[in-house]
């Protein structure tokens, strides 16, 4: 159920997180109704691309409950959420997200993630990536392996 | 410019990762025909639903050239990367993917990733995760300070 104190508590994360040179955004994960992850933008800080707020808070949850499985959270996000983090939020099966600011909004900031929305959209042949699929023969197929594992 | 070596290296890393307890992939990134970092998938191991072969790859890139981008760069997946992981790589402007083994490969193995970028594709409103853009009154916009820190 949507509580407005950790939309704010996000912001506020991110304004600490701009103060602190880092990007404007900020995530709460929410079970509950108590705070069980938080994150910010550490790309600035690490170099790491893909240390985004509510990716860090996802895994971090992950590591707190010990599994990978956030069924019944709530996101709360400055920032409308990338397509890397929606994907993460998706496998993690979060029940909810609340953000603050859309794409549209981020826009004129440079802060928007639709470019990389768009390209996710077309088939792998037309995205700015070149994306081959090879053939080749292994005599273990991977899946096969796994499979009689499971 | 495509070498079957490195997509055979990223194969065996996955068969290696079944063996080990893990889930069938792994994943190479090769600049200037160097390897600069590997993974596999770790969720299994850490319980962190984004531990995938390609992500980990990428972090380690980052944290290894100390920057976020990766122009030049090319990623050998054993399998189709998921949207996570293409979204990330996008962002990281990896230059080419190489996969052996596609979604549709996947699919009678439960290894497919077609269902969450079904999601992302849909508006939100429409995606299995409820997803809620919110108005909220704050003194200061984190963008409007982001923008006047730069």
Partial sequence: MYDEKFLRQA????QENVRNGGRPFGAVLVKDGEVIATGVN?????HDITAHAELLAVRRANEQLQT???????MYA?????PMCMAAMHSAKVGKIYFAYSYEQGQSYG????DVLDELKKPI????????HK?????????ELWADQK
């Avoid at 912001?11 to 991110?14: C, N, S, V, Y």
């Avoid at 990978?68 to 709530?74: K, Q, S, V, Y």
């Fill in 68 to 74: 990978p499985f956030l069924e019944g959270t709530e």
């Fill in 111 to 114: 802060l928007s993630s639709t």
């Fill in 11 to 14: 912001i506020e994360l991110a």
């Fill in 135 to 143: 053939t080749i023969d292994v005599e273990e197929h991977p899946y």
């Fill in 78 to 82: 400055s920032g409308q959420p990338c």
């Fill in 42 to 46: 550490e790309t600035n800080a690490t």
């Fill in 125 to 132: 042949g037309e995205q700015v990536i070149d994306i081959q």
